[in-house]
């Protein structure tokens, strides 16, 4: 866990400097989520790989809730979010709430539930995870 730590300490440190240096916070977060990232990439392959059920979606490492660990977990996410992204371009500033109802929060709930729905029949069953195996994937 001290690894774990001293990564996240790194990337925090990176991103305060930068947007200090720069004057410009949102670049430091930025800098800090990109160095995040890539410091916790290595981390999450190897959680990832280690999948002899062949589920699609793995309980996340810390939290609760799935992350998705296979090809096809991946395209129900890109799936999920550029459906959510065309109907929320269908919208401009002349539309009505009726509109925005129907075009955005209406989808955002049937797509939410069936990606909810599509991650439970295929993954793991969730739990609340505290992060204890991280170690086990340094």
């Not at 539930?113 to 439970?120: D, G, M």
Request: net charge positive; charged share 15%; hydrophobic share 55%.
């Amino acid at each position: 866990m001290n690894k774990l730590l001293f990564k996240i300490a790194l990337a925090a440190a990176t991103g305060i400097i930068l947007g200090w240096l720069i004057q410009n916070i949102a670049l430091g977060i930025a800098a800090f989520t990109i160095m995040l990232v890539v410091l916790m990439l290595p981390i999450f392959i190897r959680y990832a790989q280690d999948n002899p059920e062949h589920v699609w979606f793995k309980r996340r490492l810390v939290g609760w809730g799935w992350t998705p660990v296979t090809w096809q977990g991946w395209l129900c996410v890109i799936v999920y979010v550029g459906l959510l992204m065309a109907f929320a371009f269908s919208l401009d500033d002349s539309s009505s709430p009726r509109e925005i109802g129907l075009m955005l929060v209406l989808p955002f709930i049937i797509l939410t539930s069936l990606l909810l729905r599509i991650a439970y029949r295929k993954g793991e069953k969730p739990k609340w995870q505290w992060g204890k195996d991280l170690d086990k994937y340094q």
